[in-house]
Structure formats: structure tokens, C-alpha cells
């Protein structure tokens, strides 16, 4: 049976391709779309005995970046790709 969680080894196996310079951040709330850095990574254990790792957020004011980038929310299937309404002709002067 697979976890439903993600697990230390999946995420390094997902990291193991990413540059290792690059700065990590976390994407949340799914329906308002936001970055955040994240400052620490913990170990403990939850309340069923399990160890967890949380990745914890910073806690300066500019620990929240701001929205995601729409290529990040669409790849994470939080938002569908978004397309302009199409143009209507514009009215002239003198009501034509």
C-alpha cells in the first residue's frame, strides 16, 4: 500500500533533478494562489507516534512573495488555463 503523504524520499527524489541552488519555496492555498519562502524543515512526531518532517514558512514580513505564477497554479491543476474574453467591436460616435 502507498502512503497518501509525501515522504522524505519522495521529495528528494523529486529535488534530485532541480538545480540545488535554487531557492525553495512552497505553493499554498489552492483557490488564491500563493508563494512562500520557506525557512525551516523539522522532524517531530505527529500525534499517532509517526515521524513527520514539516517544511515550515519564514516568518519575516516577506516570507508570503505574492501570487504564483499561472504556469505553476495550472501545472499543479489548482487553476485551468485562462483565456482573454473575445474582443467585441467597438462602438462609434453618433451610435453606429
Known amino acids: 500500500m502507498t502512503s497518501p503523504e509525501m515522504t522524505v524520499r519522495d521529495l ?7 538545480d540545488p541552488d535554487a531557492p525553495v519555496r512552497q505553493a499554498m492555498n489552492p ?8 525557512e525551516q524543515a523539522l522532524q517531530s512526531v505527529d500525534e ?3 515521524r513527520v518532517v514539516y517544511l515550515a514558512e519564514g516568518r519575516g ?15 499543479l491543476t489548482w487553476q485551468g488555463p485562462v483565456q482573454a474574453p ?11
Do not use: K, Y
Not at 516577506?62 to 505553476?72: C, F, K, R, Y
Not at 473575445?86 to 453606429?96: F, L, S, W
Open 31 to 38: 483557490f488564491f494562489p500563493m508563494a512562500h519562502r520557506l
Open 12 to 18: 528528494m527524489d523529486a529535488l534530485s533533478g532541480c
Open 86 to 96: 473575445p474582443r467585441r467591436p467597438r462602438r462609434r460616435a453618433g451610435g453606429n
Open 48 to 50: 499517532t507516534g509517526q
Open 61 to 75: 514580513e516577506d516570507a508570503q512573495l505574492g501570487h504564483l505564477p499561472p504556469e505553476v497554479a495550472i501545472a
